[in-house]
C-alpha cells in the first residue's frame, strides 16, 4: 500500500513508479522527443519528459499532481518516439492508481472535462478520436487554435488524416451497446 504521507524516499516513490509500471525510467534519456510529439504538451501540461524527471527526482507531490497523466489520451506518440521505448501510459496508469491511493485527485474541471469527451468519443465511434477529442476540447475551453502547429506536424508525418474530423459513426455498434447497459444498470435498471 502506498502513502502519500510520511518519510518516502526519492528512490521509494520510484520503485512504486517503476514496479506498477512495469517502466524502467532510469533509463530515458530526457532527450524530450516524447513531449515534443505529445499532443496534449502545451504551457498549462507539461508533457511526459518533465513528468518522468519528477519522478527520477523523487518530487512525490509534484509528480502525483502533474496534470500530464490525467490529460493522458494514450496515442502512443511518447512511445513510438522514445529512444529506449518507455510505456509513458502503463507510467500514467502507475501514477493515476498512486494518487487515488494517496487521497489526491484531479482538481482541474478541465480534467473532467476531457474525460467526458474522450468516453463520449469512444462510445460514438468504438474508439477514441483523438483528433476530434482535442479539437472539441479546445472549442469548450475557448482556445480553438491551440495545437494547430502540432496538429499539423502530426498530420504531416501520418499520425492521422484531416478526413478523420469528417468521418462518422463506427460500423460496429457494440461499444455504443456497452455504454447503454452500463447507464441503464447504473441508473437501477438490470439486465
Excluded at 84 to 110: F, H, K, W
Excluded at 172 to 185: G, H, N, P
Amino acid at each position: 500500500m502506498f502513502r502519500l504521507t510520511g518519510a518516502l524516499s526519492e528512490q521509494e516513490f520510484l520503485h512504486h513508479v517503476v514496479q506498477r509500471s512495469g517502466q524502467n525510467l532510469l533509463e530515458c534519456l530526457q532527450c524530450g522527443k516524447c513531449t515534443g510529439g505529445c499532443p496534449i504538451a502545451s504551457e498549462k501540461v507539461s508533457g511526459p519528459r518533465r513528468l518522468i524527471a519528477e519522478i527520477l527526482s523523487g518530487m512525490r507531490n509534484e509528480a502525483l499532481k502533474n496534470p500530464t497523466w490525467w490529460y493522458c489520451v494514450s496515442c502512443g506518440t511518447c512511445m513510438t518516439r522514445c529512444p529506449v521505448d518507455i510505456n509513458m501510459y502503463q507510467v500514467a496508469t502507475a501514477l493515476c492508481e498512486l494518487a487515488q491511493e494517496g487521497g489526491i485527485a484531479p482538481s482541474e474541471r478541465d480534467i473532467h472535462l476531457f474525460e467526458e469527451l474522450f468516453l463520449k468519443s469512444v462510445e460514438k465511434y468504438g474508439r477514441v478520436k483523438e483528433l476530434r477529442t482535442v479539437a472539441a476540447y479546445n472549442v469548450i475551453t475557448k482556445n480553438p487554435l491551440k495545437d494547430m502547429d502540432k496538429a499539423v506536424t502530426l498530420m504531416r508525418k501520418g499520425a492521422f488524416s484531416p478526413l478523420e474530423i469528417l468521418s462518422g459513426w463506427a460500423k460496429d455498434r457494440k461499444v455504443s451497446r456497452i455504454f447503454a447497459l452500463a447507464r441503464r444498470t447504473s441508473e437501477g435498471g438490470h439486465e
